[in-house]
């Protein structure tokens, strides 16, 4: 029997789509990849309307910022000098070269690779001070929320792991700028640069000329209700006092994931979406995410591959099928794999989370229910030992029994971000 956690989803590619405003004169929209076409069209239309209304004010024009900061990631040598305590002017002790050495490192080359770091920062930093623009310069260490309310932008330079490092804390819509600081090594799917070779100095001066395109990228609202007060993040070392519900709300950019610690071990919960009844549910773990994460986890999971595809159609055959194509011909079963599998990506302003279930238990006890799905609202209390919520795959928090998770979306919690194209 279907279950009213079942909801039926419908996709369409579509050439159009996102919240994105003009900024400058020679800015242009990119394509949207996908978007997601319901029954109730009409209704999402609307909701879209109210997410472009809320940020309508502030887009109609660009002031250049006033105070940045620079959130430059933490390179492997700075890495292993605070592992071992050790002050960036030591680094050439002999006993600590000894070490690295031992461990297959080349203490030259993360020499070199930290002077890159740090000559891409100065230049960045360059244009903000030609500018006159008040700056300062961070790792992940020093990035506290009091220097987030004191800026009026953020500029993150390294790769994605930087970037959703910055966004973890921005709130109240203060611009994040992500620039790849180094486009061999890293995807930089977040960051405005991408995969080019284009300079952050030039990423930059083209974004205080306002020749870019506002983009809005939808979070996750993760509020954490726990019985025990023990809701602090694994790498804190916080005092916890039994006794009291507490609540605690953070902001997840890509997905956030529930389930056991230990991979081989069963994750059980109750699960609501979109104020259903709470079902219970055994699974291999549960993930939710944004447009912007449908491009990685989510899509990992639900992908379809080619073997599979071709065993569904043996199958589809013998019971009487006729498909109209040889089945010898390996580029259909390759093009019906690449057009579902582009349907699981959807636009990052999109107003509703995706969720997977992986490897769900399905019996008499626990009954069928959908897989996957979208919904504004995701609530699920733990039943399990050993489990952690974790938030773009680098803030794990603990999640064991009798704590509850609400996943929800807001429009004021979009990120702001930017769009551009380079001549």
Known sequence: MKTPFARACFFNLSPNGGTSTHVGDNSKNKPATTTIKWEEEDKIKSINKEVLSSFQSSDKMFFPPKRVIILTKTTRLQYELGKHNIRIDQMHMKSFNTKLTKHGVNIKELENKHLVQSNYVKNVKDVLDQHNIDVRVVTRDDFTEDLVNWCDLVISAGGDGTFLTAAAKLRNDIPLLGLNSDFIGSEGHLCVTGKQDISGAQALKQYLDGKFTWMY??????????????????????????????????????????????????????????????????????????????????????????????????????MGVDFGVSRSDSAFIEEACKRFNQQLVFEPSYHQMAFSVRDPVFNATFPHTSPRGFAKKIRIKSRCSDAQLVLDGNQPISFNQGTEVILEMYPEDALRTASMTFA
């Open 217 to 318: 990228r939808q979070r996750i609202r993760v509020t954490i209700i726990n019985p025990n007060n023990n809701n602090s993040l694994l790498s804190c070392n916080k005092p916890t006092v039994s006794g009291h519900d507490t609540t605690s709300s953070y902001l997840a950019l890509n997905e956030v994931f529930i389930g056991e610690t230990h991979a081989a071990k069963v994750s059980y919960y109750e699960v609501s979406v979109d104020d259903g009844p709470m079902i219970k549910q055994k699974s291999s773990g549960m993930t939710v995410c944004t447009g912007t994460g449908s491009t990685s986890w989510h899509y990992n999971i639900n992908r379809v591959y080619e073997q599979k595809l071709s065993g569904i159609m043996d199958v589809l055959e013998s």
